[in-house]
């Protein structure tokens, strides 16, 4: 039995990458198969995702803005940084309890940006060239949201996100774009990727998407 194991922890990068070679042919797919440690799962809608660090990235704030901005990663490290500690609920139903998650309040950015009074809400977009996201512009200002760079007290490794990734806390997994790159301010909602194609724009956590999963704590 250990010997089972110890093989199918050898196998696993090959099986990766096997998954992915499947989901290129399809790049609506989602890249979920196998676990990534600690309970969750890795997704991409991409068949493969570029890795950036410190040396590149880049986040951009622009939009309905008085001050469109550029940071760096050790400029987010700079800024006030908030820790919570809550419940990850995946909409396929699977959840890690007490996952502890730190970065600037999303609200803090966007204080600093100079929000404009016609702006109603935020676009998020990311480096792997696919994923979307939105929130209402009072979702955004939640203190329980946050440009996270930490994650279960590590900076957030690749698989899950990283350098920077959004974390909606109240809201179902989808709604905490990884690999995140820009945020835009804007008029309106505009339905991210999983909205397009069927998924609650507004994925709270117990009350949207048909399921009755118990409110994260």
């Not at 001050?67 to 990850?88: G, K, M, N, S, W």
């Amino acid at each position: 039995m250990l010997g089972a194991g110890a093989l199918g922890v050898a196998a696993a990068p090959a099986l990766q990458r096997a998954v992915e070679s499947v989901t290129s042919k399809d790049p609506t797919g989602v890249t979920g198969l196998l676990p990534a440690g600690g309970g969750f799962r890795y997704y991409s809608v991409t068949a493969s995702v570029p890795h950036k660090d410190e040396r590149n990235y880049r986040l951009t704030v622009d939009g309905l803005v008085d001050r469109p901005t550029t940071y760096t990663l050790p400029e987010l490290r700079a800024l006030p940084q908030t820790r919570l500690l809550r419940d990850v609920q995946c909409v396929t139903g699977w959840r890690v309890p007490h996952t502890p998650f730190e970065g600037v309040r999303l609200s803090r950015i966007l204080a600093d940006a100079g929000v404009r009074p016609t702006a109603r809400a935020v676009r998020l977009t990311c480096f792997d060239g696919a994923y979307s996201e939105s929130l209402t512009l009072q979702q955004a200002r939640r203190d329980d949201v946050l440009v996270a760079l930490r994650m279960q007290d590590k900076d957030l490794g690749h698989t899950h996100g990283g350098p920077v990734r959004l974390y909606v806390a109240p809201m179902y997994f989808y709604k905490s774009a990884k690999w995140l790159s820009g945020i835009t301010v804007t008029d309106e909602v505009r339905p991210g990727y999983w909205e397009d194609r069927g998924y609650d724009v507004d994925a709270w956590v117990g009350r949207s998407n048909g399921r009755g999963d118990a409110p994260t704590g």
